[in-house]
């Protein structure tokens, strides 16, 4: 039986090294902890929002701003433009935009899009 995080709250810690987990993004089955690469079951969530539903004040307020921002983040749709060569025309300009990928492992993809010819691309970290 692996170990399962501490809960504090709302919030989940890597049974293993104390990091703060992040929530499971879509249809993650699991989360994965930055440090120790620990994976947490993503129905340890499930259980906690049982929890704050009865006890909305359970988690400080300062915590709970810092989750609605990140949110924001994930959602926002207006991508800033760098400036990169397009490999398909050679524009100087393209949207830009940081994939995070499942696994810690696999790091970052960063994707680029051509603001003149729209044409894609991406780079790994
Ligand atoms: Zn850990
Ligand atoms: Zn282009």
Not at 26 to 50: K, L, R
Not at 90 to 111: C, P, V, W
């Amino acid at each position: 039986m692996p170990a399962r995080a501490h809960k504090i709250g709302s919030l989940l810690f890597c049974p293993n090294c104390g990091t703060l987990l992040a929530l499971p993004q879509g249809n993650e089955q699991s989360v994965t902890c930055e440090q120790c690469h620990h994976e947490e079951p993503a129905s340890s969530y499930e259980n906690i929002e049982i929890i704050t539903r009865s006890q909305p004040d359970a988690f400080p307020s300062a915590l709970r701003q810092k989750r609605k921002t990140q949110t924001k983040i994930h959602q926002g749709k207006e991508l800033p433009k760098v400036t990169e060569k397009c490999p398909a025309c050679g524009h100087l300009e393209a949207f830009y935009e940081e994939k995070q990928m499942r696994s810690a492992d696999e790091g970052s993809t960063i994707l680029y899009t051509c603001v003149s010819c729209k044409h894609g691309w991406r780079i790994n970290n």
